[in-house]
């Protein structure tokens, strides 16, 4: 019993340390995607579908960050972590890629 809880216990310490893992990455910024940009992106916002965006990550991180015409910046109201998670996540979730 006491050596199930050593490797209970290892395999929480490997857990965190894969914090930036992709698969993180994309979990946050799917939560981050239902709080901050559904309601424009979907649910018959006017913003574009971005599973149709043709950019490239860096292209998404800047407008994330600095806004595009009616886009707002997200810079200050999310981290630059959060800002990349976020773009991570729209960048993977493309159609043509
Ligand atoms: C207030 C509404 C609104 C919110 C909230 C919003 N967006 Fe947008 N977004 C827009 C509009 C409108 C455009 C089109 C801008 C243009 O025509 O230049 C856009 C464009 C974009 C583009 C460019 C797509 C392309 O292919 O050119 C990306 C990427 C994007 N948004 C990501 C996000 C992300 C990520 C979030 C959440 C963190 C978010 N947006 C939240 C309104 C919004």
């Known amino acids: 019993m006491k050596n199930y809880f050593v490797i209970l216990f290892f395999g ?8 930036n893992s992709d698969n993180n990455k994309l979990l946050l910024g799917d939560k981050i995607y239902s709080k901050n940009c559904i309601g424009c992106h979907e649910q018959g916002g006017a913003a574009p579908n971005l599973t149709y965006t043709t950019l490239e990550l860096s292209g998404i991180i800047a407008i994330v960050k600095y806004g595009r015409s009616s886009m707002p910046s997200f810079k200050g109201i999310l981290s630059e972590n959060e800002i990349e998670d976020i773009s991570y ?9």
């Open 12 to 19: 929480f310490l490997l857990s965190c340390s894969e914090n």
């Open 89 to 97: 996540y729209i960048y993977k979730q493309k159609k043509n890629q």
